[in-house]
Every structure is written in structure tokens, then in C-alpha cells.
């Protein structure tokens, strides 16, 4: 089964950092965009950040501007999402995606989805 797996999420305080990582099974993250996305309770996935091949261009969604930072290693097959300064709103599940190339379109549909990943920002 071709999807990703997600891992490094965990419970931490507001202001805290984690970082997440993502790595493929069964495909090559060569020459594809990835993204993360993220999930929370009761609401419609949605787009966090998202990274062209090679890395060359980024995108972040606006609340998390400024904290968050994406970044891959193709070496090591993986995509990470470093989180600073985390918020109880940024509490959710996180996923990791193929998405389009286009990198304004990176947040409308994504394929191989994994199970995600837990983040729980709570004083």
C-alpha cells in the first residue's frame, strides 16, 4: 500500500516546538511536492505547508507564518514540519500528502495519505 507515515507528534505546552516528520512507503518523494496538512476535531482537513521538489519553493498557510518551517531530505526520503511557538488553536492531527506541482494549488486534493500524527498543545 503506497502511502506515507507520519511521526513526532506528542503533548507539549503552548510556546513549545516539535518537529514532525513524514517518509513514504512504497514511492519515491523524488520530483514530487509534499505537504502537510492538518486535521481538527470535527472539522474539514486543511492545508499547513507544502514544499516543491528539491525544495526550491514553500508555501505555509497564514496562522502559521513565521512558526512553522518545512524542509526535506530526499537523501533520507523524508519531509519534516519544524513547529515553533505552538498554540492550543494548533492542536489536531497531522498529515503528510502528495499534492500537485503547482505550488499555489498545493493545498486542493493530495494523494497517499498516512494515518497522521497527534499534537496536543495544552497548558
Known amino acids: 500500500q503506497l502511502q506515507f507515515v507520519e511521526s513526532g507528534g506528542g503533548l507539549v505546552q503552548p510556546g513549545d516546538s516539535l518537529r514532525l516528520t513524514c517518509t513514504p512507503k512504497?514511492?519515491?518523494?523524488?520530483?514530487?511536492?509534499v505537504a502537510w496538512f492538518r486535521q481538527f476535531p470535527g472539522k474539514d482537513r486543511e492545508g499547513v505547508s507544502c514544499?516543491?521538489?528539491?525544495?526550491?519553493?514553500?508555501k505555509y498557510t497564514d496562522s502559521v507564518k513565521g512558526r512553522f518551517f518545512i524542509s526535506r531530505d530526499d537523501d533520507k526520503r523524508t519531509v519534516y514540519l519544524q513547529m515553533n511557538d505552538l498554540k492550543p488553536e494548533d492542536t489536531g492531527t497531522y498529515y503528510c500528502?502528495?499534492?500537485?506541482?503547482?505550488?499555489?494549488?498545493?493545498?486542493?486534493?493530495?494523494?497517499?495519505w498516512g494515518q497522521g500524527t497527534q499534537v496536543t498543545v495544552s497548558s
Open positions: 514544499i516543491s521538489e528539491r525544495g526550491s519553493s514553500t
Open positions: 500528502a502528495l499534492v500537485s506541482w503547482q505550488i499555489d494549488r498545493c493545498f486542493e486534493e493530495g494523494w497517499y
Open positions: 512504497g514511492f519515491s518523494l523524488d520530483l514530487h511536492t
